[in-house]
């Protein structure tokens, strides 16, 4: 199991979302915590890989985590719709 660290960006995010997006992203970080580099335990989380290290994973249908990825450790950045996370890509 790895540790998970939130970052402050996605504290904030967070804060000016409805409970159930709330919610949503605290089961997803929980899921992602217990079984990232386990294919099998997290395939329905939707991870994907954006970048080296940098990843993304569904919360709910219209929430994407952004994660960044290290040995032992996965750093929650923040939390973005589809179209969000492609202009923080091109603008990376």
């Known amino acids: 199991m790895v540790r998970l ?4 960006k996605l504290r904030r ?7 159930s997006e709330v919610a949503a992203i605290e089961s997803a970080l929980e ?13 329905g989380l939707g991870i994907r890989q954006l970048r080296r290290n ?3 994973c569904r919360a709910g249908l219209r929430l994407r985590i952004l ?8 750093t929650a950045f923040d939390v973005m719709t589809h179209d ?7 603008n990376f």
């Not at 660290?5 to 402050?8: F, N, S, T, V």
């Not at 995010?13 to 409970?19: F, G, I, T």
């Not at 994660?67 to 996965?74: D, I, M, P, S, T």
Request: proline letters at 5%.
């Open 5 to 8: 660290d939130l970052h402050p």
């Open 13 to 19: 995010r967070a804060q000016k979302l409805s409970a």
């Open 31 to 43: 899921q992602l915590r217990q079984g990232f580099g386990q294919p099998h335990l997290h395939g």
């Open 54 to 56: 940098l990843y993304e």
């Open 67 to 74: 994660f960044w990825a290290k040995r032992g450790v996965l």
């Open 84 to 90: 969000e996370i492609q202009t923080f890509l091109r």
